[in-house]
């Protein structure tokens, strides 16, 4: 019992407090055995108290307790986790000499210090020594040398060396392939990825959902989508069991490249196995028709929802309001928001803005405002986003002066304009020459905190251009230099023209580089 409890403690990092029961263990009449000491030694190691486990090591032959494999085992893990290589190597002599043989969580704790060490040919070579041994490496013996070459190594050469390792050692097939394929993943390895899946799966590997859904994840960046419906048909004639999460990323790649058939029979595929089955899943289908303006598929997903008896909520509503804001269907975005007021939901700021950047999208910016006015008799607040959108399409459409209102009005609201707000504004009044009022804006931004960034300067830097005020812009540019903000070529193309015409190619070069 009391093991127990000191093992508990280590565990909690209550290192003090182990050795202070410890301590008292005599006053209580208890005689300390070797296994107690394996616990405290065990506890103070989880606590990361090794000068402490050391000294209860050295202790042990004063109580007449001989240290065990356990003993040193917890010690040789202790100085594996500091990656102190020689230190552990010690031990394990000591180990040997006195009459314990290391076992596979020896060895995998020697390959956990030699990777810590960042000496991965010699945490290598601890699996030829394990194989003359006769000793089967773990599935956590495999798991530390793949995170540790990657870890230690060029991703490229770690694969290199892993590829090798499974030629030599076919059961590691069974025990770390996931792990590979999960380091190869998060090294966006599509290409590596793709060819040790092919290898892995001739002898009979199959991975599990979740690794399946992180190899389809990192391959649908990269790969076509023929080539990933191959995989996904493979995996599931092999047995596999894709997760919802796989459908939808091969869905959503589908609905990008075109393909809404294909896409349509993997969505009646996940309803017939019942993976979407709450109207959160449904939700999400319907957002990924959305993002791809198919909004005619993504109303018969609303309605078949309805259809399996599951009802929309505000959610889903917003999503379909959004999606046909973005195509421009104000109308339709009207009779979403009709029907979500009949379901008994309130608009939210999320509906709002949509709405508004429906109609600034069709030029309907009057009526854009005026919905804006209207969200006060729902108790919704216009937000940063809604200011926004406005203030960028009064500007686009040279309304200015009513910009500067907007903005105003945002202060006074208490909402903090942010670099949108103001770039717009900055870009429209450079582009009708007022440079000063645009001066006087960059203030503003510079009082409210917010950093300038290429586009600001941009602006200022081809309207000075504009201006035949050279010398102005080239003075912006090196401001630009002396805050870290480096300029990128399209801020001085205008100026290098200019110098080229004015004959000084000297500059010009300069300036280039």
Not at 246 to 251: A, D, G, Q, S
Request: aromatic content about 10%.
């Amino acid at each position: 019992m009391l093991c127990i409890l000191i093992r508990s403690w280590g565990r909690l990092g209550l290192a003090k407090y182990v050795t202070e029961v410890f301590g008292q263990m005599s006053f209580l009449g208890l005689k300390p055995t070797t296994r107690v000491y394996n616990s405290v030694i065990y506890s103070l190691v989880k606590s990361n108290s090794l000068d402490l486990a050391y000294f209860k090591f050295q202790q042990m032959l004063s109580d007449n307790c001989q240290p065990d494999r356990f003993t040193y085992n917890f010690l040789i893990h202790g100085v594996c986790k500091l990656g102190i290589i020689d230190e552990a190597l010690r031990l394990l002599k000591q180990m040997e000499s006195s009459g314990y043989w290391p076992n596979v969580f020896t060895y995998t704790m020697l390959v956990d210090g030699f990777c810590n060490a960042k000496k991965i040919s010699e945490a290598f070579r601890i699996l030829t020594v394990m194989r003359k041994r006769n000793i089967v490496p773990s599935e956590a013996t495999y798991r530390s040398l793949v995170h540790g070459a990657f870890r230690c190594l060029d991703p490229g050469k770690a694969y290199e060396m892993l590829n090798d390792l499974l030629d030599k050692e076919p059961i590691m097939c069974k025990h770390s392939c996931n792990t590979v394929l999960y380091c190869l993943c998060k090294n966006n390895m599509s290409k590596e990825v793709s060819e040790f899946l092919k290898k892995i799966t001739q002898r009979g590997y199959v991975p599990d959902t979740a690794s399946f859904s992180i190899i389809m994840g990192c391959l649908v960046k990269d790969f076509g989508t023929t080539a990933l419906c191959n995989l996904l048909d493979d995996f599931i004639l092999r047995g596999g069991k894709p997760g919802f999460d796989t459908y939808l990323m091969i869905i959503s790649a589908l609905c990008n490249a075109g393909r809404v058939d294909l896409g349509r029979k993997y969505v009646n595929q996940i309803i017939s196995d019942g993976l979407v089955c709450n109207v959160i899943s449904y939700n999400m289908l319907i957002d990924c028709f959305c993002k791809a303006k198919m909004m005619e598929n993504a109303m018969e997903i609303f309605k078949e929802m309805q259809t399996r008896g599951f009802l929309p909520n505000i959610v889903s509503f917003n999503t379909l309001i959004s999606g046909y804001s973005k195509v421009g269907d104000t109308n339709k975005s009207r009779e979403l928001l009709k029907m979500l007021l009949q379901h008994g939901f309130r608009p939210d700021a999320f509906t709002f803005s949509s709405i508004i950047d429906g109609l600034c999208r069709a030029h309907q910016i009057e009526d854009a405002l005026e919905c804006c006015k209207e969200m006060s008799e729902w108790y919704v607040s216009p937000n940063l986003l809604i200011y926004n959108i406005l203030i960028r399409s009064l500007c686009a459409t040279g309304q200015v002066h009513r910009s500067m209102k907007l903005l105003s009005k945002m202060k006074a609201d208490n909402i903090e304009p942010d670099i949108y707000s103001f770039n717009a504004l900055i870009f429209s009044l450079c582009k009708m020459k007022k440079i000063e009022k645009a001066g006087d804006l960059f203030g503003s931004m510079l009082q409210h905190g917010v950093t300038p960034d290429h586009y600001t300067h941009h602006a200022f830097i081809e309207a000075l251009y504009d201006m035949n005020k050279v010398d102005e812009a080239k003075e912006i540019i090196a401001a630009m230099e002396a805050s870290g903000c480096s300029p990128k070529f399209h801020d001085n193309r205008s100026i290098i023209d200019s110098l080229c015409t004015s004959g000084c190619l000297g500059e010009a070069h300069e300036l280039a580089r």
